[in-house]
């Protein structure tokens, strides 16, 4: 993977909610790289953290309770057209740190140059404006089109994203579109402005398996013809697999792997990711195999565990794990886990493939 | 095997205002139009389909939180639809549900240990001391810590406020259990840990259940048999097993190929069956073949006869007039 034609590096990005019974650890010390003209699978659990690591990076944290303690989320420079904070110097050259623009540097960022898919399209489209209201918006507030030429460009991304009759549909409300074509709407909406990154939030758990599929295609035939970056949140692996060329693995607000696609599911370096492909029947299996639960349920981030946060539920844990925290480590080519089972003194595990 | 459950042309319709917030003009949905399947003791039935095919709405009529406009429910030789209001108290027993939503299905203001205890003593059953009992041997069987009979729901996870909702259905020793999606709601990990349970259940209790999802790769792993629903209607019948290697029904093979499979490799070869726009409205089906309007192998005549459901040998049955 070429890890220096970058879009985008989360750097160190921690999150915390300030709540009345203490604080949540929602992030913690998060550092992903999305190369350009790329699909990164982000895989978790709820409450894993992926949604509000995206949420960071937006600057949509509601605050208070929210606050990003720390961190940078660096932005290539070039698409940007924000020659005042672009850095000069240092590894971060030609990037724009997005957690450090002012407010109104920052409301040019979105949806203009990252835009968001959310989870849910019975929600997240405003129910007293039309479509064609809605569509038009962000083109128009981000000046690169009239209302005009703004009306007929949503058509065009209507009809792009399949919805019959686009020309009168514009005039509807939402509440006349079903689910799979509201989500279809908000994905429209998402292109309008040509971003560099989307970042698909959940895009189908709220909808049928054969709407999945239809959404899904629709999202890879569009990555190829826009070239945009896609980041894609899922709790589901089998969705990931299909899309992602990298794949971030989190549990309890902390990357445990990242890998190319193809290393993650034939030789995961973690435990974790192993549980989380055991425990889910497979369409193509033969018998009918006992499913290999991850027992135990995952930590309260008020008081997450001291060590790996993993290890309460880990099968294999060591002493070390529940004293002290693993650190990301490098196990292959663009590979990282973060397990103390790659260190030479650890016992072998089977199925598991230990760095040399 | 003894058939332990029988459905015959079994109609579910509502009655839904259609002429708008300031117009009265009722229309009937038809939930379940006309569904037959029997279910053998001991076995698993997957029930499957989209949202809107009635999947859920079979189930609540089974076990009787809804009466059936048509048709007949039989459980164990007795007619449920024509039994009195306290005959069908006693067979409801028998019948228990587990439902879809744990934060939903449990009464936030009860101690779990009166959640479970309900049942028990809706019928009297023992003594205070022995019920109480009992509730600490349920909540042992389903994996928690007898010690929390008297905590709230709220102070559960969903996995376990799940277990306490499966501790409940258990209570009355019933038969046969409906469990509608009762692991959507849950995260990954958690799913496998009830799915096991629900299995381990089976085996010591000599359970039978109907399980609805719309999960196709769980449903496989756990049922028997499946029976795949269409807008309110059956449109294959098959065991598990061959189901997935061999369907007949454009519905199914459209449903099957729209399941992801966690593996890069295969998931992108894979060519899909992407069925084109979205569920008809039950209120107004189609004519003739209900699925017509999305099928890639529709004929003329599909929208003029309705495609009877037919045996194509060992129990495999299809509605369509191309299978085979």
Known sequence: MDETNLLMRIDGVTTNFHTYA???????????????????????????????????????????????????????????????????????????????????????????????????????????????????????????????????????MLALVSIPNPEERMRDYPHQYSGGMRQRVMIAMALSCSPELVIADEPTTSLDVTVQAQILELMKELKTKLKSSVIIISHDLS????????????????????????????????????GLMKSVPRLDADDRERLVPIEGSPPDLLAPPAGCKFAPRCQYAMEICCKQEPPLITIGDGHRARCFLHHPAAPAVPGFVKVE | METILKVEHLKKYFSVNVGGPFARHMASLKAVDDVSFEVGRGETVGLVGETGCGKTTVGRTIVGLYAPTAGTITYCDENLCALSREAMRNVRTKLQMIFQDPY???????????????????????????????????????????????????????????????ARALAMNPEFIVADEPISALDVSIQAQIVNMLEDLQQRLGLTYLFIAHDLAMVKHISDRVLVAYLGKIVEIDESRNIYKHPLHPYTKALLSAVPIPDPRIERRRQRIVLKGDLPSPINPPSGCRFRTRCPIAQPVCAEQEPELRDMGSGHMVACHFAG
């Open chain 1, 22 to 156: 203490g604080i949540v650890h929602a992030v913690d010390d998060m550092t992903i790289t999305v190369p350009k003209d790329s699909v990164v699978g982000i895989v978790g659990e709820s409450g894993s953290g992926k949604s509000v690591t995206m949420m960071s990076v937006m600057r949509l944290i509601p605050s208070p309770p929210g606050r990003i303690e720390s961190g940078h989320v660096w932005f290539d420079g070039a698409t940007l057209n924000m020659a005042d904070y672009v850095q000069q110097e240092g590894p971060n050259r030609g990037m724009v740190d997005l957690l450090s623009l002012p407010p109104e540097e920052m409301m040019k960022v979105r949806g203009r140059h990252v835009s968001m898919i959310f989870q849910d399209p019975m929600v997240s489209l405003n129910p007293v404006l039309t479509i064609g209201l809605q569509m038009t918006e962000s083109m128009v507030a981000h000046g690169i089109a009239d209302n005009e030429e703004a009306w007929k460009r949503a058509i065009e």
């Open chain 1, 239 to 274: 969705i990931v697999a299909g899309m992602a060329d990298k794949v971030v693995v989190m549990y309890a607000g902390r990357v445990l792997e990242e890998a190319d696609v193809y290393d993650l599911y034939e030789k995961p370096g973690h435990p974790y990711t192993m």
């Open chain 2, 104 to 166: 939903a299905s449990l009464d936030p203001r009860e101690t779990v240990g009166n959640i479970i205890e309900e049942p028990m003593d809706i019928f009297s059953i023992g003594s205070m001391a022995e019920r109480r009992e009992r509730v600490q041997e349920l909540l042992r069987i389903v994996g928690l810590n007898p010690e929390h009979a008297n905590r709230f729901p709220h102070e559960f996870s969903g996995g376990q406020r799940q277990r306490i909702g499966i």
